[in-house]
């Protein structure tokens, strides 16, 4: 009998899911707890919905980077784009997908060797039984506020409320944390606030407008009227956006089926950040890791999945599988990273994909080179020149296995 899939979420990974599910054959329902598809990629003016996006955001990594395989962006859009372009695009790639919209996924059960999935839409319950179940759900929504109690007399928000730029004409602004997020904000901030202090452990940006102020600190807390820092310095402001990241959420699996550790910030138990140690051949999470490409990455995680789902590859032994969690742990260690970035790939993703293909006995994809050697690049130029690097554009080769930058 034909295998049912349940895809939680309709965003980018749960399109890859659904996508290559049905490829293979299998009956596939998706169920996505908003009236549309794209997930991260619908801006809305509103705070306190899924979506962390903000109005000028342009993407931090270009679209010869992030397409799905053999679905390019279109040709006229230059390299880096507005979450408009991310939208459309991913909106073209749902065509035809089996979406069940205003649908939230309220559990995920165990009965009978099947997985019981219990949504919730309108005033209505409903409940179906399924071979598979692909987690999709994003881990860009529930933001890590370690500043939530406070005493200060500004504005105090995570970056998961930040919308515009235009909100802080002349504010005196402290940005905490210069991860992509914090940084990016800081630049748009600069040309409406009169003042920002972007303060992080490690001050990484050699030339930044004159506005900014980057400091080398960490944050003990903030007071009254701003932030003090570990060395006892006080810095002022009337606004402050904290961009320390997100916790990962399952509030429709119990913690019994999955546990999310250090300080919700590790998935567990699950190999290679996609397969359910427990459930190897019907659970899976797509979408993990943190500081990587996306779109691509889901594609193969989800190959990965489905191998392991239709017998097309062999599931390793158990013990591979439970002891993945602690050589993960040790490995993160090695590289000087503290547990909470478990889930962190960055230079060590390229080999990942590799093994991942391996393990999932499907074919790689030649064009991924050229990916990672343009990633590689912007990466350098990411450091170097913060400021302009997404006025680059890249033009591929006809073949696609090699590029240039044709404006900078
Ligand atoms: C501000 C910001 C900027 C980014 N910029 C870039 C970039 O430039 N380039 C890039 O490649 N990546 C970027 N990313 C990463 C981005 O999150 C990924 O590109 C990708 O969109 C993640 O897709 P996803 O499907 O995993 O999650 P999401 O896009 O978050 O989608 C999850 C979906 O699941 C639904 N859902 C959640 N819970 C339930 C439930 N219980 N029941 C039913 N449905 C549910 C949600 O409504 C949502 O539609 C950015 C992220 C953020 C926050």
Request: proline share 4%; charged share 25%.
């Amino acid at each position: 009998m034909t295998k049912r899939v349940c895809v939680i979420g309709a965003g980018a990974a749960g399109l890859a899911a659904a996508k290559y599910s049905l490829a293979q054959g299998l009956e596939v329902e998706v169920f996505e707890q908003t009236n549309s598809v794209g997930g991260t990629w619908v801006y809305s003016e509103q705070t306190g919905c899924h979506s962390s996006m903000y109005q000028n955001l342009k993407t931090n990594l270009p679209k010869e980077v992030m397409q799905f395989r053999d679905v390019p962006f279109r040709s006229e859009l230059p390299s880096f784009l507005t979450h408009e372009d991310v939208l459309e695009y991913l909106q073209e790639f749902s065509r035809g997908l089996p979406i069940n919209f205003n649908q939230t996924v309220e559990s995920v059960e165990r009965i009978d060797n099947m997985w019981k999935v219990t949504t919730h839409h309108g005033t209505g319950i409903n409940e179906q039984l399924f071979d598979i179940v692909f987690v999709c759900n994003g881990h860009y929504f529930e933001p890590n506020n370690p500043y939530k109690d406070n005493d200060f007399q500004g504005t105090l928000i995570h970056s998961h409320d930040y919308r515009r730029a235009k909100d802080y004409i002349d504010k005196e602004v402290i940005v905490i944390g210069a991860g992509p997020s914090g940084i990016d904000i800081a630049l748009q901030l600069s040309d409406t606030a009169r003042k920002i202090t972007l303060i992080s452990r490690k001050a990484t940006y050699p030339t930044l407008p004159e506005n900014i102020t980057q400091i080398s600190q960490h944050v003990k807390k903030v007071v009254e009227n701003g932030c003090e820092t570990d060395d006892g310095t006080v810095i002022t402001a009337d606004t402050i956006i904290v961009c320390t990241g997100y916790f990962y959420r399952y509030p429709f699996l119990n913690d019994e089926i999955l546990q999310v550790k250090e300080n919700n910030q590790l998935v567990s138990p699950i190999f290679e950040h996609v397969v359910h140690a427990d459930y190897p051949d019907s659970l899976f999470f797509i979408g993990l890791n943190l500081v990587t490409i996306t779109f691509p990455l889901f594609e193969y995680q989800v190959k990965m999945a489905l191998a392991f789902a239709t017998g097309k590859a062999p599931i390793p032994d158990r013990q591979v599988l439970i002891d993945y969690e602690r050589n993960q742990i040790e490995h993160q260690k090695s590289r000087g990273l503290e547990t909470r970035f478990y889930h962190l790939l960055q230079n060590e993703q390229w080999e990942y994909l590799r093994r991942i293909a391996k393990i999932g006995g499907f074919e790689e994809w030649p064009y991924m080179k050229t990916i990672e050697n343009i990633t590689q690049y912007l990466h350098e130029q990411r450091k170097s020149n913060v400021i302009g690097y997404k006025n680059i554009n890249f033009k591929l080769s006809d073949d696609g296995m090699d590029y240039e930058v044709v404006r900078c």
